[in-house]
């Protein structure tokens, strides 16, 4: 018992900062998630939609799937759903046939302009404990461990 106490109790600096930040990171997904639930929506179909976004709207499900940390093949079950609620297309690569590209809907469009602005405000909400310097500070901070 005494020798796992250095692992839960006596922690260095950074396995401290490891885990505010793995709590910190839990409380906000957290408010955005309880946002989502709220509407009767799925949080994690929610981002797909985003990512696919970032990357102009369609994409490769392979890239998705890097870009959101799965599988290749578990991409292909997260996507059937959004496909079934008419939140996204998949269709033929345009120059090569063995693949397949995703594209958002308009209905999927829809839906993060109609949510997306109030739940980006309660999460912005809860940082606002800091002020712009620090919030720059910790997007600094966060681009190096990113890095990593």
């Given amino acids: 018992m005494q020798d796992l106490q250095q692992y839960v109790l006596d922690q260095p600096l950074p396995t401290e900062v490891f885990f505010s930040l793995v709590e910190a990171t839990a409380s ?3 408010v955005s998630e309880a946002y989502w639930q709220s509407k009767g929506i ?7 939609l985003v990512e696919m976004m970032k990357e102009g709207g369609t994409v490769l499900p392979s890239v998705l799937a890097s870009r959101i ?3 290749k093949p578990n991409i292909s079950l997260l996507l059937t759903p959004l496909e079934q609620d ?3 297309n998949r269709a033929s690569h345009p ?3 063995r693949k397949t590209v995703i594209s958002i809907t308009s ?9 997306l602005p109030e739940n980006r405000r309660m999460v912005a909400e809860k940082l606002n404990v800091l002020d712009t310097q620090e919030l720059q500070q910790l997007r600094h901070l966060l681009t190096k461990l990113r890095r990593i």
Avoid: P
């Avoid at 799925?42 to 797909?48: F, H, L, P, S």
């Avoid at 209905?107 to 949510?115: A, F, I, N, T």
């Fill in 28 to 30: 906000l997904v957290g």
């Fill in 69 to 71: 940390g799965v599988t």
């Fill in 42 to 48: 799925n949080g994690a179909r929610i981002r797909i």
């Fill in 86 to 88: 008419g939140l996204i």
């Fill in 107 to 115: 209905k999927g469009r829809s839906l993060l302009v109609e949510h």
């Fill in 95 to 97: 120059n090569d046939g």
